[in-house]
């Protein structure tokens, strides 16, 4: 079975602070880790994503992801936080092949202050 | 390039109407998903098609049917809306061979249905 919690449905931070959003998993096998973004109004865009190659993620707009299996944890990270960040990020997992579907946290909303 | 599409964007349907959602890709995906995003619960898989010609439940199926009309499009058909249908429906899709859900999956913007 799989899951992901995500701490926190509301985040704020100040522009120019640390962006850090969490995610915990529980897989039964090897998990492939995904962090999605939805802005206001639109489908969700892939940020990046954990596949075993390494375990830190870099993706898009800075965002990046380390995967730590001890903690079961992959949680996503930016310096430097912008307006333009506002918006609500999910955390999904799921598996090798279609027995896996891909799962997602409640997701959280990330508010920027300028 | 459009990526995904779904018609409507909103609608408002009483109680016991059908009424079916259209998704499109023009990204050759074999794989098309169906959704729900629900305030404080994510995304909810309800069907999804791994290729022409099949279909196969997901998460939340009661309520739904769904066809993989080509390998472009696939809908979403509510056959007696109810209250509890109400939500932001997502179509996607992916290049995924198999139906894995380990490939990056491509969102449409969404149809917010209120059912009242």
């Known amino acids: 079975a799989q899951s992901v919690t995500q701490l926190g449905s509301h985040v704020s931070v100040s522009e120019g602070a640390l962006v850090l959003l969490r995610c915990n998993y529980s897989?039964?096998?090897?998990?492939?880790l995904f962090w999605y973004v939805q802005y206001p109004n639109q489908g969700l865009q892939l940020l990046l994503k954990?596949?075993?190659?390494?375990?830190l993620v870099k993706g898009i707009n800075g965002f990046e992801a380390e995967f730590k299996k001890s903690e079961t944890s992959f949680h996503l990270t930016k310096p430097s936080a912008h307006m333009s960040d506002a918006a609500e990020y999910f955390c999904?997992?799921?598996?090798?092949?279609?027995?896996?579907?891909?799962?997602f946290g409640s997701g959280t909303r990330l508010l920027v202050r300028p | 390039n459009a990526g995904v599409t779904q018609t409507p964007k909103f609608q408002v349907l009483k109680t016991g109407q059908s009424m079916t959602l259209q998704c499109a890709q023009d990204?050759?995906?074999?794989?098309m998903y169906w959704y729900r995003q629900d305030p404080g619960m994510g995304l909810r898989l309800i069907y999804y098609s791994a290729s022409e010609g099949t279909t196969d439940k997901g998460e939340v199926p009661n309520g739904y049917n769904v066809s993989r009309l080509n390998k472009r499009e696939f809908s979403l058909r509510l056959e007696s809306a109810a209250p509890s249908q109400t939500s932001v429906y997502f179509c996607?899709?992916?290049?995924?061979?198999?139906?894995?859900?380990?490939?990056?999956?491509?969102f449409g913007p969404g149809t917010r249905l209120t059912v009242t």
């Open positions: 999904a997992v799921s598996g090798r092949d279609s027995s896996y579907k891909l799962i």
């Open positions: 990204m050759n995906h074999n794989s």
């Open positions: 996607a899709s992916s290049a995924s061979p198999g139906g894995a859900f380990s490939y990056e999956q491509y």
């Open positions: 897989s039964s096998v090897p998990p492939y």
């Open positions: 954990y596949t075993s190659a390494a375990t």
